[in-house]
């Protein structure tokens, strides 16, 4: 792997130097990178495992993580180089590879692993987890697998020019930008700088002093007393109310997704957020699944009467559910907002396989070809010579299709400057991915056996193979649209026929049948965002491995400190605007319901039987619009996403939700009128400004999260004396609204 500055600006004047002297500085320029991309991971693990542990879950920007890189590395070319000490430190130019390697390595690290949130629901729900090292390597392995899955198929979904990877062409954009032109990158550091400073100065208001402004709502200041209003308008507290109209000025929750979004996704969202407001409000209101008897909104599980399921009266010694003691207790229940959100974003699992069958089949046929009668018939044939012939080192060669570098043609890659230049670099052979893939299935089943997590061999093989098959189609998606979700449900439920009256075991069959997916998404973000810059695939393999690993050690850490500061907030219904156990309630209480009481609960006779008929009812979303399309094509039907509309249906059922009105309008500030009409002011200012925006937020949030918000101790409320305020309603909804305590 090489760093060296070559290739896209062509050579660094440090070429003309002695062959060893360039030879040691390509070394040092490596050094730098590694050590500023583990230093920075650690960061980005530490703080994306904070925000997941939030009222609404907040990623770690890549843009964020972009502009502090610049910053580092930049530092680094001030130190004078004197003698081989100055010269080891400071090797040279801070070179735009270097920069995309540190990017990436980081980003890898701060995509928090989901294997925290079984070991915290381990730790809250279960009295118990595994010890440290049997927890590491299973986020280790559950991390990496992902890699390994479309490894051998990546090309397909990053060569080709309509996969754009929405996500990552202002990533791009704004690497070319800092690197290609330094007195420009100059001053939009100092414009970064500026509005970075302004947010982190700001975020302490919403964030400590004035929580109101999390959600300002007309309605409920002037009616304090109703709970419509609160439901309807409330959202400035987890699980408070959908947030229709409030004003969030917190831009932690508001976030910077909507500047780089695509509008059509932007409307695709708007109409499904409209819907799920009429939905989620006429459910409750006509008292679907008996709704008045539970809270509004919440993710934990409920008995009939409407107090907090106790499932240790129902579970065994073996954490296995006892049939007797299921009877004698009671089956669980759902608030009807999260069962009505698991239906709704059930339909979108499927409206998102067929929307890409019936709009992108042509761009993943190739990918099931192996599976076609005449290929099978093929391979037995190619198997039959091999164990007649034995295996020799010629017919391995002859059965794999990687080259050292990519193919000079590739279908949908005609007049593509990007993939003619990659073409310069050594592929990774898909031997590393495979070896990846082996190493993590072998050390997940011995994770799934230490930890006594009753998933049989079989079973975990078989959520393997989902997580294979479900991320070629929302691989797919995410590279066209910039927009997925992780299907966690319907890989609970098939866990839960699988392995029936094991919570624990639906657990990890969700871990690795779902989480493997979100990691290979990012890892196909990753080798596009690499493509966009040069970098070589196998420098962007390495970084994504060590980061990845450096990152779940940090998860790990900081997943202990906030379980064991915060348990009792992390186990409350409503939880406060700052922590929130709502991602973890959520894993435990449809592990319980699905892993340990599918077939009472979502069975035939069950009382959510509709929840697992969303998979059938998602077939035919999209079909409609891609007949009208056919038939009508003026009408533009092609930008209706039913995916997205229906993920969206079932969006408010959790968290802050104040922060859409904001989100919405933003957004189509951002794409609908800047993008449309001032173009240069767009291009020129966009993502600096999401950039400095998640800077800003990123930054304050780690410092206030051990400050003052209780990461590793006790909260100090504001102000620090014991009077109260009328702005920190500590006792109520931050927004004034009428506190229903989590009814």
Request: net charge positive; aromatic share 14%.
């Amino acid at each position: 792997m090489s760093l060296a500055p070559t290739g896209l600006h062509g050579p660094h004047p440090a070429a003309r130097e002695p062959k060893r002297s360039r030879a040691l500085t390509a070394l040092w320029r490596e050094y730098r990178a590694f050590v500023l991309g583990l230093g920075l991971s650690a960061f980005g693990a530490v703080l994306g495992e904070i925000f997941y542990f939030k009222p609404q879950t907040v990623n770690v920007s890549i843009v964020f993580l972009i502009m502090i890189a610049y910053c580092l590395g930049e530092a680094t070319v001030l130190i004078p180089r004197w003698g081989p000490v100055g010269r080891f430190l400071n090797p040279g130019p801070f070179t735009q590879k270097e920069h995309v390697f540190i990017v990436i390595m980081a980003s890898s690290a701060a995509t928090c692993a989901l294997g925290t949130e079984q070991l915290a629901a381990q730790s809250l729900y279960y009295g118990h987890q595994p010890n440290a090292a049997s927890a590491i390597f299973m986020l280790f392995s559950s991390q990496c697998i992902g890699y390994g899955l479309l490894g051998g198929i990546r090309k397909a979904f990053i060569y080709p020019t309509k996969f754009v990877w929405p996500s990552q062409l202002p990533n791009a954009a704004l690497f070319q930008s800092m690197h290609l032109n330094k007195k420009l990158a100059k001053k939009r550091l100092r414009i970064f700088w500026c509005i970075c400073l302004a947010v982190m100065v700001w975020e302490i208001v919403p964030q400590w002093m004035f929580p109101l402004t999390t959600g300002i709502s007309i309605f409920c200041l002037a009616n304090q007393n109703s709970a419509l209003f609160t439901r309807l308008f409330g959202g400035s507290n987890g699980n408070e109310g959908m947030g229709f109209l409030s004003w969030c000025m917190d831009w932690q929750y508001i976030g910077e997704k909507e500047f780089t979004l695509p509008l059509s996704t932007l409307v695709n969202q708007l109409i499904g957020y409209i819907g799920c407001i009429a939905l989620t409000l006429g459910a409750y209101y006509s008292n679907l699944w008996e709704a008045k008897r539970f809270p509004f909104m919440a993710q934990s599980l409920f008995t009939s009467n409407g107090t907090l399921y106790d499932q240790t009266q129902i579970l065994g010694p073996d954490n296995q559910v006892d049939p007797a003691a299921l009877q004698a207790y009671g089956l669980p229940r759902f608030a009807t907002s999260k069962a009505l959100s698991l239906l709704m974003k059930n339909m979108g699992i499927t409206a998102a396989v067929v929307h890409v069958l019936l709009w992108n089949w042509h761009d993943i046929k190739f990918i099931f070809a192996p599976f076609r009668p005449s290929a099978l018939n093929h391979n037995n044939q190619k198997i039959g010579t091999w164990w007649h012939h034995g295996f020799n080192l010629s017919f391995w060669k002859n059965s794999t299709s990687d080259t050292d570098t990519p193919r000079k043609e590739y279908p949908g890659t005609e007049g593509d400057p990007h993939y003619a230049a990659m073409r310069a670099y050594k592929e990774v052979p898909s031997i590393w991915y495979l070896s990846i893939l082996a190493i993590s299935i072998v050390i997940g089943l011995i994770c799934c056996y230490q930890q006594k997590t009753g998933l049989p061999w079989w079973a975990f093989l078989l959520a393997v193979l989902l997580a294979w098959i479900l991320t070629v189609f929302f691989a797919c998606m995410y590279g066209i649209v910039g927009f997925y979700y992780q299907p966690t449900s319907a890989v609970q439920m098939l866990g839960a026929y699988m392995v029936p009256r094991r919570p624990v075991a639906n657990m990890m069959f969700t871990l690795y049948g779902s989480n493997a997916l979100v990691q290979a998404i990012q890892m196909l973000g990753d080798l596009k965002l690499a493509q966009y810059a040069k970098l070589p695939p196998r420098a962007t393999f390495c970084a994504q491995i060590l980061g990845t690993c450096a990152g779940s050690v940090f998860n790990w850490v900081m997943m202990n400190s906030i379980v064991d500061n915060r348990r009792e907030i992390l186990l409350s219904v409503q939880g406060t605007n700052i922590w929130s156990g709502q991602n973890v309630q959520t894993y435990n209480s449809q592990a319980v319901a699905w892993g340990g009481t599918a077939n009472e609960i979502f069975g035939r006779h069950g009382t959510y039987w509709m929840v697992p008929m969303g998979l059938f009812f998602g077939i035919f979303a999209p079909m409609p619009f891609w007949i009208g399309h056919k038939y009508f094509p003026q009408l533009r039907l092609n930008y209706i996403n039913t995916f997205l509309i229906c993920t969206w249906l079932g969006w408010l059922s959790v968290g802050i939700n104040s922060s859409l009105l904001a989100y919405f309008v933003f957004g189509f500030f951002s794409q609908g009128y800047l993008r449309r009409y001032k173009p240069a002011l767009f291009a020129k200012w966009n993502n600096i400004c999401a950039a400095a925006i998640a800077g800003g937020c990123s930054l304050i949030i780690f410092i206030l999260t051990f400050a003052v918000a209780g990461g590793s101790g006790n909260a100090r409320d504001f102000p620090l004396i014991a009077t109260k305020w009328w702005g920190n309603n500590m006792d109520g909804n931050m927004d004034r609204c009428k506190y229903l305590n989590g009814t």
